[in-house]
T-cell receptor
Framework: KAGVTQTPRYLIKTRGQQVTLSCSPI?????VSWYQQTPGQGLQFLFE???????NKGNFPGRFSGRQFSNSRSEMNVSTLELGDSALYLC???????????????FGPGTRLLVL | GENVEQHPSTLSVQEGDSAVIKCTYS??????FPWYKQELGKGPQLIID?????GEKKDQRIAVTLNKTAKHFSLHITETQPEDSAVYFC???????????FGKGTTLSVSS
């Protein structure tokens, strides 16, 4: 079974621009979560989508948004980029059904975003 | 807000020794505790997880213990090997296993 894939793997943008990152979950997984990883703050939860609806949200400004399509693929968008948005953005997928003993998040390789 | 503290931040051991990483969490509603290993240039990979109805779980050289009363859980790696060198993260989450709150990570170095 193919793992979680993320595109692009690397991205360079300048301040003020916007960016869209894409994530394809493992086949059959309906939950997609996004995380930001930086050396200073570590891994921080951005949001989770399940069946095209945002189900959980972390403490990030509204410049960070996402969506999920009917095939469970997800995109996240960051508008008005700031230097501090430079990070590794990780996507993770799971079944999302909340079944005890069944839920495990599998991470993709991430998209490394550099904001200049 | 919810918080997960992880110690130590760095850990150096000799090949064959044991390594222990400890985490504490603040949200008493958390009931899922995974451990991830991250190698350079890769995403985190799940190595073991434990749920709140279990006190201990073992998988070959790796074991995790959970003390829900004290709100802490630990990762134990026995007979360490150089390939165990990586950054290890603990996390706490809800029943669905999503919206994970991560610790800051432990860089484990195993020297031969």
């Amino acid at each position: 079974k193919a793992g979680v894939t993320q595109t692009p793997r690397y991205l360079i943008k300048t301040r003020g621009q916007q960016v869209t990152l894409s994530c394809s979950p493992i086949s059959g997984h309906r939950s997609v979560s996004w995380y930001q990883q930086t050396p200073g703050q570590g891994l921080q939860f951005l949001f989770e989508y399940f069946s095209e609806t945002q189900r959980n949200k972390g403490n990030f400004p509204g410049r960070f948004s996402g969506r999920q399509f009917s095939n469970s693929r997800s995109e996240m968008n960051v508008s008005t980029l700031e230097l501090g948005d430079s990070a590794l953005y990780l996507c993770a997928s799971s079944l999302g059904l909340g079944l005890a003993g069944e839920e495990t998040q599998y991470f993709g390789p991430g998209t490394r975003l550099l904001v200049l | 807000g919810e918080n997960v503290e992880q110690h130590p931040s760095t850990l150096s051991v000799q090949e064959g020794d044991s390594a222990v990483i400890k985490c504490t969490y603040s949200d008493s509603a958390s009931n899922y505790f995974p451990w991830y290993k991250q190698e350079l240039g890769k995403g985190p990979q799940l190595i073991i997880d434990i749920r709140s109805n279990v006190g201990e779980k073992k998988d070959q050289r790796i074991a995790v213990t959970l003390n829900k009363t004290a709100k802490h859980f630990s990762l134990h790696i026995t007979e360490t090997q150089p390939e165990d060198s990586a950054v290890y993260f603990c996390a706490a989450g809800n029943q669905a296993g999503t919206a994970l709150i991560f610790g800051k990570g432990t860089t484990l170095s195993v020297s031969s």
